[in-house]
Structures are given as structure tokens and as C-alpha cells.
């Protein structure tokens, strides 16, 4: 069965403070991994696809990557508006998206 | 662009009773899905819609059906509704069915049930 963990399951750091998110999953077959944030009484908004261990994905202060066991999103210079949640998913061949639960970040001033 | 959009935002039910929510796909997109996500949860997936047959579905009883229209819209019904289905209902829209192009998520129902 394709499961995907996250830690920390909450996250607090200061405006600048640099740091990264994990994604753990299994899964037979990963035909893609999927990073989105998600703020309060919102749906999910998709910011990466990862397809091969390796691979690396950047957008403003986040950057993606990918092994075969898991994924991580680093946050370089975290300003408050990147407060959320930040939800992975992965998605095996013939199936569909399997998330995980989320780590909560807040970004202090 | 419009956005993939729900309706309606919140919903008050008691148990016992049913519901029909409602979900219109991003432009240019033609499959559905539609997911359950509980407070302080990641999304859990119900079931998939495309070309107006459902394709896949996920450990949900069938109190859950859907349907999906030849514009693409699509309807999540939930019968005899229990406490435990409160929760925020997600559709999300993609191109194309089994491909792995990102899906693109509305805003959500809130569902109550008291």
C-alpha cells in the first residue's frame, strides 16, 4: 500500500531562518510527487512535480528535490506570507494521488 | 482563467440526511476528482471522474457516488449522512486520465454535520 509521511508535523522559525521540509513515502512505482501549500479555510495550490530521483525544482525562496525514498522542500529566507501548510503526494502508476498529513509552518517576524 | 470552483462554500446537515455538492474543472481540463480532507488532515481520495465514468475510487463506502456531466462539471453525493462525514470536501481537475499532470484544487466545501 503507497504511504507518504511528513515530519515535522509542525514548524516554527524566525523571518530568515533557513529549513527544510521532509516527504518520506512508499510506493511501487512513483510516477510523479507533488508539493502543494495550503492556507487556512483554502484548497491545496500546487507548486512542484518531481518525476526522477535526482531532480530539483526551484520557485522563489522554495526549492524541491527528490530521491527514491523521499523528497524535501528547502525554504531559503522564509518571510511570514510563507506561513501554510505545505502538503506532499505522491502518485504510482494507475493509481491516484496519496497525501501525506502536512507539516504546518509559521514564519515569525 | 477560471480557477476550478465549488459550490456551495458551507453546508449545515443533520444526520440521516443527503447532500449534493458541486464542482466546475479548470478551462481546458476533463477529469475530476474529488477528496475528503478531515481538520488538521491531508486529503484522502474518494473517487475519480472521467468521461463521465467513474475511473478509480478510494476506500469510501458507496453512501459516496458522484457524477460528472458532458461539460466536465461534476457532483459529489453523500447519503445518509453520518457525524464522522464532517469535513472539507476538495475537487481537483487535471488533463487527462492516468496521466501524472498536476491537479488543480478548488476551495472546498465545509461540510457540517450536527
Known amino acids: 500500500e503507497d504511504q507518504v509521511t511528513q515530519s515535522p508535523e509542525a514548524l516554527r522559525l524566525q523571518e ?33 512535480t518531481l518525476y526522477s530521483a535526482g531532480e530539483e525544482k526551484e520557485k522563489e525562496r522554495l526549492k524541491a528535490t527528490l530521491t527514491k525514498k523521499e523528497s524535501f522542500l528547502h525554504i531559503t529566507a522564509p518571510k511570514p506570507e510563507d506561513s501554510a501548510t505545505y502538503l506532499c503526494a505522491v502518485q504510482a502508476y494507475g493509481q491516484n494521488f496519496v497525501f501525506g498529513p502536512g507539516t504546518r509552518l509559521s514564519v515569525l517576524p | 482563467d477560471a480557477g476550478v470552483t465549488q459550490s456551495p462554500t458551507h453546508l449545515i ?66 447519503n445518509a449522512l453520518l457525524l464522522g462525514d464532517s469535513a472539507l470536501y ?10 501524472n499532470q498536476p491537479q488543480h484544487f478548488g476551495d472546498g466545501t465545509r461540510l457540517s454535520i450536527l
Not at chain 1, 17 to 37: A, H, I, K, M, P
Not at chain 2, 13 to 23: E, I, S
Not at chain 2, 26 to 45: E, N, R
Open chain 1, 16 to 48: 530568515g531562518e533557513s529549513s527544510s521540509l521532509n516527504c518520506s513515502y512508499t510506493v511501487s512505482g512513483l510516477r510523479g510527487l507533488f508539493w502543494y501549500r495550503q492556507d487556512p479555510g483554502k484548497g491545496p495550490e500546487f507548486l512542484f
Open chain 2, 13 to 78: 446537515k443533520t444526520r440521516g440526511q443527503q447532500v449534493t455538492l458541486r464542482c466546475s474543472p479548470k478551462s481546458g481540463h476533463d477529469t475530476v476528482s474529488w477528496y475528503q480532507q478531515a481538520l488538521g488532515q491531508g486529503p484522502q481520495f474518494i473517487f475519480q471522474y472521467y468521461e463521465e465514468e467513474e475511473r478509480q475510487r478510494g476506500n469510501f463506502p458507496d453512501r459516496f457516488s458522484g457524477h460528472q456531466f458532458p461539460n466536465y462539471s461534476s457532483e459529489l453525493n453523500v
Open chain 2, 90 to 99: 476538495l475537487c481537483a481537475s487535471s488533463l487527462g486520465q492516468g496521466g
